[in-house]
């Protein structure tokens, strides 16, 4: 059975900085894709970021610059480090694991099949 697990969400003023994690096992291949997706109250499920094993990265334009995907391999936990965070940012935010392949510019969160439970990210400002 696979797992995935966040932690690291909660209330920072607009300017501030949130360091999201995501640990995932009993995935049996040792290529994997991390998705970051978020969703706000009223809106649509968005693709932030997502990161394969090999360290490819993708970025939703919004964030680009402000947002940063890391991943160990080994640990098989991946972090989103989120600074400069803005009002527009709030959000419950999942990471979703799933093949590499499945990472691509797209950030389609349709494609990944494991997700955490989700986190609340509040920048009030």
């Known amino acids: 059975e696979v797992q995935v697990v966040e932690s690291g969400g909660g209330l920072v003023q607009a300017g501030g900085s949130l360091r999201l994690s995501c640990g995932f096992s009993?995935?049996?291949?040792?290529?994997?894709?991390v998705g970051w997706f978020r969703q706000a109250p009223g809106k649509e499920r968005e693709g932030v970021a997502c990161?394969?094993?090999?360290?490819?990265?993708y970025y939703t334009d919004s964030i680009k610059g402000r947002f940063i995907a890391s991943n160990d391999k080994a640990k098989r936990t991946v972090w989103l480090q989120m600074n400069n965070l803005k009002s527009d940012d709030t959000a419950v935010y999942y990471c979703?694991?799933?093949?590499?392949?499945?990472?691509?510019?797209?950030?389609?969160?349709?494609?990944?099949?494991?997700w955490g439970q989700g986190t609340q990210v509040t920048a009030s400002s």
């Open positions: 990161i394969t094993s090999d360290d490819l990265t």
């Open positions: 009993g995935f049996i291949y040792d290529d994997y894709a």
């Open positions: 979703a694991v799933d093949r590499a392949v499945y990472c691509t510019a797209a950030i389609d969160g349709d494609f990944f099949d494991y």
